[in-house]
Every structure is written in structure tokens, then in C-alpha cells.
């Protein structure tokens, strides 16, 4: 089968389509027929290095996968071959006491198709029964491939992490990013001000017609000041960074007494600069959040699919431009979702 790899890691350059092997089924799997797989950042730390590869070369990421079965086990219970499916991305071993406890992203053993194993990128996957949802007929592949590591990282970071309110202020950093694009829609269904910090007038614009109440141009000046001054000085009361270590210490002075900073990335490096006293004086919350339980995710997909929550797509590039794909990612250029279609 034809995939999207690389044999040593490095940038956009390094990914080539190549001839590898088709997966076999094992026990309680299907192998799904890919349509459409959506790009994340973690795409490119795996491509750049960042984290150790176990698997080795070849490797091919892409864990947001929408396709169609092509063949089912005898053991599978819930598929057949010709259903339309959406992945759950996260892998566990359902054994541990935190899967046990229903906590399935906390899990000992916890990965990410794309990362821990090799990914949708290809045209066929090999996928346990438990990462498969069924897909409506009014969603497009590549609206489905656009939704599950986004709406679920910003699902739990949010609802179940940071438990926002009605009311609340909160502020989205790197707002034009896929997490961040389903945070705006999953803040504001939840009755919040959103403020929002995004690279260019044109993203602002975007940003602002998803949602947000008031998005910030990041090289206009000193948002953080701007940021102040649209709370009076009070501060917001919760803030979702993926960016790390570059805002690390601005996101903490911008929360008020009490509030929360989720942190769910760090495309900009791991050590942040924390001052204890401002943690403990103001009664600061720092939370990490990490993708989503299998319950959170039924409860986000419920919402898409009731087109309540909408993905957003940036650009759709063919497997054989995959390349291409990875190199807008990596310039930052896209506003939402950068998608991979397999045609085959």
C-alpha cells in the first residue's frame, strides 16, 4: 500500500510516498480504508524528533483518521466491512487501574496513533474496535478528519479540567490552531467572554467570525498590556496555552485570583518561568490536560455530529502532496486544519 514516510527525521523534505507493507488484522480489529487524515503539531515533533521513535523507519504519522472498513475480524462485534467510520486517536490498554477508573487518557501505557504506532497517513490502518465510532452520512470524510485529537484536547481541557463557566473570561492563545479553533466554539457554547491572541489581521478576522469576543493581533504591540486593560486589570480566569515556554510566564500574570491556567503543549520549548508567589498568593490552579476519556469523547462527537461544534478546515492537500501539507503546518500558515486525502 502507498503511505506518506520518512526514513530519518528532519523537515517537510524528508516525507516521501513509498510502497509498504498492508496491515493484517489481529484479534478484535478491523482495517479501515483511509479517506481522510487530519495533520497535527505532534505530526511534526514526531517528523522533527522531538520525542524518541520506537517504533523505527519507516514511519508515518496522522492519527485523526475518517475512512471506511474493509475488513472485520470474526471477533468484531460492532463493524462490518462498508461502514463509514471516525478514529479515536488515543491508545490504551484497558487494563490499568486509570482505564479501569474510566480515565483512558491517563493510562500507563497511553499513545497516540501517528506517534506511537504508525499512523493514517497510508491507506489502510489496522485499528482496535474500541478506537472506532460510527460516522454519519452528513459529515464528510474530511470534516471527520478535521475533529477527534482537536474537539477532545480542547473537550477536556476546558469542561472537564478547567470547568469553565458562564461568564468566565478566557483566554486562547495560538488561536488559529486546530485545538484552538474547537476551544473558541466549545468556550462560548459554554456561555464564556473568549479572548483570543492569533499572527496576523487576516487570522483576527477568522478568529473573530468563529467566535471570540475580542482576538489580538500577537505582533501588533503588547497584547499582554492590551489584554490587561480589556479586564481592567483583573485578569481572566482561565487561560489554554499550548505554546509553552514563550508565554509561560505572561499567561500566569494574566489570570485573576483563583484562576486557571491549562496547559496542553509546548510548540515553543518545556521550561517555563514560574513565580511560586503568585501561584500561591493569588490561589492559582496550574493544570495539565492531555487529550480526553472515552466518555468525553461521546460527549464532544454527540455535539459535531448535531453540528453544534464545526470542524475547521484550513486546506486539503492528496497523499501524494503530503510534503506540502507538512511544510504549511510548519510555516503556520494554516487557520484550522491542514487535511490528507487517500484516494484509492
Avoid at 8 to 34: F, L, M, S, T
Avoid at 171 to 196: N, P
Wanted: include cysteine.
Amino acid at each position: 500500500m502507498k503511505a506518506a514516510v520518512f526514513y530519518e527525521h528532519g523537515g517537510p523534505d524528508k516525507i516521501q510516498v513509498a510502497d509498504v507493507p498492508k496491515p493484517q488484522p489481529g484479534r478484535g480489529q478491523a482495517i479501515v480504508n483511509v479517506k481522510a487524515c487530519g495533520l497535527n503539531h505532534f505530526d511534526l515533533q514526531v517528523l522533527h524528533g522531538w520525542t524518541p521513535l520506537e517504533w523505527g523507519f519507516p514511519f508515518w504519522g496522522g492519527g485523526d483518521i475518517a475512512g471506511v472498513v474493509a475488513e472485520a475480524g470474526n471477533d468484531l462485534e460492532s463493524f462490518k466491512p462498508g461502514d463509514k467510520v471516525i478514529v479515536n486517536p488515543g491508545l490504551f490498554c484497558g487494563r490499568c487501574e486509570y482505564c479501569i477508573a474510566g480515565e483512558q487518557s491517563l493510562c500507563v501505557n497511553y499513545g497516540i496513533i501517528g506517534d506511537t504506532i504508525p499512523g493514517g497517513f497510508a491507506e489502510f490502518i489496522a485499528l482496535d474496535e474500541s478506537n472506532l465510532m460510527r460516522l454519519p452520512n452528513d459529515i464528510s470524510f474530511e470534516e471527520a478528519a478535521a475533529v477527534p485529537l482537536v474537539f477532545q484536547t480542547a473537550w477536556r481541557a476546558l469542561v472537564t479540567q478547567a470547568q469553565i463557566r458562564a461568564g468566565e473570561d478566557i483566554l486562547i492563545l495560538g488561536a488559529s490552531g486546530g485545538v484552538a479553533t474547537a476551544a473558541i466554539q466549545i468556550a462560548k457554547l459554554a456561555g464564556a467572554r473568549v479572548l483570543a491572541v492569533t499572527s496576523t489581521a487576516q487570522k483576527v478576522q477568522q478568529v473573530q467570525k468563529l467566535g471570540a469576543d475580542i482576538c489580538l493581533n500577537r505582533n501588533e504591540g503588547d497584547y499582554w498590556s492590551t489584554l490587561a486593560e480589556l479586564t481592567n486589570n483583573r485578569g481572566v480566569d482561565v487561560v489554554l496555552d499550548s505554546i509553552g515556554a514563550a508565554t509561560w510566564e505572561n499567561s500566569l500574570n494574566s489570570l485573576a485570583k483563583g484562576g486557571r491556567l491549562i496547559t496542553i503543549g509546548r510548540t515553543t520549548g518545556d521550561i517555563g518561568k514560574t513565580n511560586l508567589k503568585l501561584v500561591f498568593w493569588n490561589q492559582l490552579r496550574i493544570i495539565g490536560s492531555t487529550m480526553a476519556n472515552q466518555k468525553e469523547f461521546s460527549d464532544v462527537m454527540k455535539l459535531v455530529f448535531q453540528h453544534r461544534l464545526r470542524p475547521v478546515i484550513d486546506s486539503v492537500f492528496p497523499l501524494e502532496q503530503a510534503h506540502l501539507a507538512y511544510q504549511r503546518l510548519d510555516n503556520g500558515e494554516q487557520f484550522g486544519k491542514v487535511i490528507i486525502t487517500i484516494n484509492n
